[in-house]
Every structure is written in C-alpha cells, then in structure tokens.
C-alpha cells in the first residue's frame, strides 16, 4: 500500500546552506531518470552555496539544493549503506561556500537506480508533460500501485515523475532514530501539500 512508502522531504534549519545546481556533472536531469552515473565522473563534482543567502553557511546531513536531489553528509550515506539499501549509488560531491573555498569534501549525493513505474494512472491526479510527452509534469493527488513496487526496493524515484524519493517506511524509521538534520517525512496522501 501507499502508506508502506514516504517522501524524502527537506527539513528546514535556521542559517542552513542552501545550495545551488550541480556542477561538474552532465545532464543533471538523468539523476532524476535513475541512469547510473558513477562511472561517468572524471573530476569533482561540486554544489557551491547559494549567493542569494549569504550568511546561510551551515551544513546539514540533508542539504537543500535547487536540483532537489538526497545531497547528504558522509554520516547520513554510511546510515544509508548499513541498511543495505539496493539500486543507489554514492556520488562524491564537495560543497563550495560563498568564497570559493571547499566547506565540505565528504559529502554525497545519494543517486535512486532504475526509477519506478508504481504510478496508479487510474486513481491519481496528475497532468502530463508538453514539453515530454510520457513524462507527467505535476501531480495534484498520488497514489501508488503497490504491486509495481518490488519488494527489494528501500528508495527510488518514480518511472516519468523524478521529482521526488520514495522511501519505504522501515528505512524511513530506521533514519529518523540517527537524528539526521534537515531530514524528514512527507505522507504521500498529503503530496503536493
């Protein structure tokens, strides 16, 4: 059922960095498609601090970032790692502040494998893309096909709708006991709210 699975939601922390796009990483676009990337990094990846927030300089173990990806401290990705969680990959990225100097070079993003296509169309509100036609572009009312769901699977991002991270509610749990900053929960009958 729907209730077995939750949203990886952004927790906001007073004078948290928040981060802007990616770079050093190709077609950002195909995190949220589930392609692995690993492979592909032959340099840094980095996500500088966003100018618009100048004083914001605190790093969270869930970082906000205009990307909407899990962009994690190393402490959040080794919790996730000791669940055994199947179908992620770890991609090293370093966080630059509002001078250009490294903040952080131990932190990840925590990148979903081979989304999901656990959409029930039937009994779901959404609109669907101009732009991409099989890509859906809002959704007003999710609901999810638990059947379409394989059993193995801790998180992933949905098959035509990657904006968001489902996590199954055991892991979801299992996190919410590390005290992890800027991390927390969103019921998906309560999505978009």
């Not at 981060?19 to 990094?41: I, M, Q, T, Y």
């Not at 899990?70 to 502040?97: C, G």
């Amino acid at each position: 059922m729907s209730d077995n699975y939750v949203i990886w939601k952004y927790k906001h922390v007073r004078s948290a960095a928040i981060l802007s796009d990616a770079k050093g990483l190709d077609r950002v676009f195909r995190l949220k498609e589930g392609v692995p990337l690993l492979h592909e990094l032959s340099g840094s990846v980095t996500f500088d601090m966003d100018p618009d927030f100048p004083t914001d300089l605190r790093l969270l173990d869930n970082m906000r970032n205009i990307d909407k990806l899990a962009v994690t401290s190393k402490r959040l990705k080794e919790a996730i790692e000791a669940k055994q969680v199947t179908d992620v990959e770890y991609l090293p990225v370093s966080i630059i502040d509002h001078k250009g100097r490294t903040a952080s070079s131990d932190c990840f993003v925590v990148h979903q494998l081979n989304s999901v296509d656990a959409i029930d169309r039937e009994r779901s509100v959404f609109e669907m893309s101009d732009i991409v036609p099989e890509d859906i572009d809002v959704i007003q009312k999710l609901v999810l096909d638990p059947e379409r769901i394989p059993r193995h699977r801790h998180m992933f991002r949905l098959k035509n709708f990657g904006e968001l991270i489902l996590v199954r509610r055991d892991l979801a749990d299992a996190l919410s006991q590390g005290g992890f900053t800027g991390l927390t929960w969103q019921e998906i009958e309560t999505y978009p709210g």
